[in-house]
């Protein structure tokens, strides 16, 4: 019976070991960081129009491009009425609340409104608030 030979260098083994499992897992988060998914896939595409009212000027366009990485469309970004919301809002336009919903989750926010309007093309309006910054700042 032929004896199987054991490594010489049980430091090589674990070295190698621990950097395959580093590469693996360095892997893995490239993977996931590729770009935000949106949470949940809607059934039709959600028509967004983006208000900035963080007085911080073009942070809502960097907010239109977190969201189109998303998979959301988003139509307009122009400014709220005003520049002092502390929290960003999400307000539902359409009867359907899945849309704001599935908005809200994406970005993280519990501040969701019902406000159906008379503007057919748009599902929901998402006013930014100064708090948009964590989602345009790179981590």
């Not at 199987?4 to 490239?30: C, K, M, N, Y």
């Not at 748009?122 to 790179?138: K, L």
């Amino acid at each position: 019976m032929a004896k199987r030979q054991h490594s010489e260098s049980p430091v090589l083994d674990w070295t190698l070991g621990i950097a395959f499992t580093l590469i693996l897992a360095l892997a893995v988060s490239a993977a996931v960081r590729v770009g935000p998914q949106a949470l949940r896939k809607p059934k039709q595409p959600i028509r967004v129009q983006l208000w900035n009212g963080s007085g911080r000027a073009g942070l809502a366009a960097e907010l239109a491009s977190y969201l189109r990485d998303g998979g959301i469309d988003v139509l307009e970004v122009s400014n709220a009425d005003r520049s002092d919301y502390r929290n960003t809002l999400v307000v539902n336009r359409t009867e359907n609340p899945e849309p704001a919903k599935i908005v809200a989750e994406y970005l993280g926010t519990d501040h969701v409104i019902q406000q159906a309007g008379s503007q057919e093309l748009i599902d929901v309006t998402v006013i930014v608030g100064r708090d948009a910054r964590r989602w345009t700042q790179p981590h």
